[in-house]
């Protein structure tokens, strides 16, 4: 039986007197150790991998297995390979069997006889060697068992990455999509309420237009039928055929708001020249308009949308603005067509820019963003109000994105 509070040291010699000796070694010089024996090498592997001694004293010349030979073994095996090997040798210690030694992965090499102090001390280094040897390996074994957790973790957490990215592409994705619908289906309200717009204006000035000149009409009529002295219910009618000439008058203003017939006979450039003339009279607010004639070319079928733009920006300079400035520009180049409607009045502040209940400037954006463009607009306090509106055209000069 060993004793567990002892250090464990292996002799390996055929020679039980050897053995002896440096058992008395051991007892005298290092008394926290214990000497545990082997008469042959194969006997001496046995021990040294089950025992795990700290020090292999270890005998050259030995029949069957010489010393050489069991160092070998003993360094080539993971179990023991750390242990350090003393080699003992009453060969004389020369140069040769030293090389050989250290090279199959001896410690240390010690010559017989044996000076017991000596030897005490030689295995005291061995096992301070040992000793540091195995903190360092507990530090080795410690770090790599850190290392191979962080990996785990860095892989799980990578693995956890990838599956949040799907996730977010895709709902990324569906918002595109469902981004896209909107504006489609936005694009398509537009396009019904322009319909509605025609044809709202085509009933109010056709039917309502009819009767009011049938009414105009009879009114004459009875006019002309009333004696001569019938001065006041002749002023009376006189009164109401003003009236149906203000109601004939309001009728075309109204239709001409919800329909554009220039627009649509004679194309964008008039219908915007003729828009900016009636925002002047109206308003008395001066105001320039920069409209190359290719304008007209360059945007296609999305005039409407454009005049829209326009009416709305003037509508809110005249309504919001206090400017008595206005410029409005077309730019056309190969590939955008920039529209800017400027003006001199308070600015439009920055909340307003985002309000969600904006909705004249959401439907301006709205009707942008359905031409493939970008809507920008700024506001400086006191100094004014900058629309700016660019949509892509292609190199030939038509409109490059569908209406
Ligand atoms: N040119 C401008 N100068 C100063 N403020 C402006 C100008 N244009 C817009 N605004 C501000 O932005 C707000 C939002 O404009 P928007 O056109 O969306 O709505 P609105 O004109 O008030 O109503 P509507 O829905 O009838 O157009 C306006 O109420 C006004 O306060
Ligand atoms: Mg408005």
């Known amino acids: ?41 194969k006997r001496g592997i046995e021990l040294a991998t089950r025992e795990q001694p700290s020090v292999i004293l270890l005998d050259i010349i030995m029949p069957v297995m010489d010393g050489f030979e069991v160092c070998k073994l003993l360094k080539e095996d993971e179990r ?38 000596e030897l005490a001390a030689q295995i005291k280094v061995a096992l301070r060697i040992k000793k540091s040897e195995d903190k360092l390996r507990g530090h080795k074994e410690e770090l790599e068992e850190l290392v191979y957790e962080r990996t785990k973790k860095l892989l799980h957490l990578n693995k956890e990455l990838e599956r949040e990215n799907l996730v977010r592409r895709k709902i990324e994705e569906m918002l595109r999509e469902s981004e896209a619908n909107l504006r489609e289906l936005s694009l398509h309200q537009e396009q019904i309420r322009e319909k509605e717009r025609l044809s709202l204006a085509r009933e109010l000035h056709d039917e309502l237009g009819q009767l009011i000149t049938a009414l105009k009409i009879d009114l004459v009529l009875v006019k002309d039928r009333l004696p ?51 925002f002047r009279d109206r308003t008395a607010i001066e105001c320039h308009l920069d409209l190359p004639e290719q304008v007209g070319e360059c945007i296609g079928d999305k005039q409407i949308s454009l005049y829209r733009i326009v009416q709305e920006s003037l509508t809110n300079i005249a309504r919001h603005a206090r400017a008595d400035e206005v410029s409005v520009s077309f730019h056309c180049s190969d590939s955008i067509l920039e529209l800017t409607v400027q003006d001199n009045g308070i600015g439009i502040p920055d909340e307003k820019i985002n309000d969600k209940h904006s909705f004249g400037l959401l439907g301006m954006r709205e009707r942008t963003l359905s031409m493939g463009g970008t809507m920008d607009i700024t506001g400086i306090p006191g100094e004014g109000t900058t629309l700016r509106v660019e949509i892509p055209v292609d190199v030939a000069g038509k409109n490059a994105s569908v209406s």
């Open 80 to 117: 023991t390979a750390s242990i350090p090997v003393i080699l003992l040798t009453a060969m004389k210690a020369d140069t040769e069997n030293v090389i050989r030694g250290l090279e199959i992965g001896a410690d240390a090499f010690f010559s017989k006889p044996i000076d017991p102090p």
């Open 228 to 278: 001569a002295d019938s001065i006041y219910l002749r002023g009376k009618i006189k009164n109401l055929l003003g009236l149906t000439e203000k109601v004939f008058e309001s009728i075309r203003d109204i239709s001409s708001q919800l329909r554009s017939e220039i627009l649509e006979n004679l194309g964008l450039v008039p219908a915007i020249e003729n828009v900016v003339n009636e």
């Open 1 to 41: 039986m060993t004793n567990p509070r002892k250090i464990k040291l292996l002799a390996i010699d055929d020679n039980p007197d050897n053995l002896q000796s440096l058992d008395g070694v051991i007892e005298d010089y290092l008394e926290d150790c214990e000497l545990l024996t082997a008469a042959s090498g």
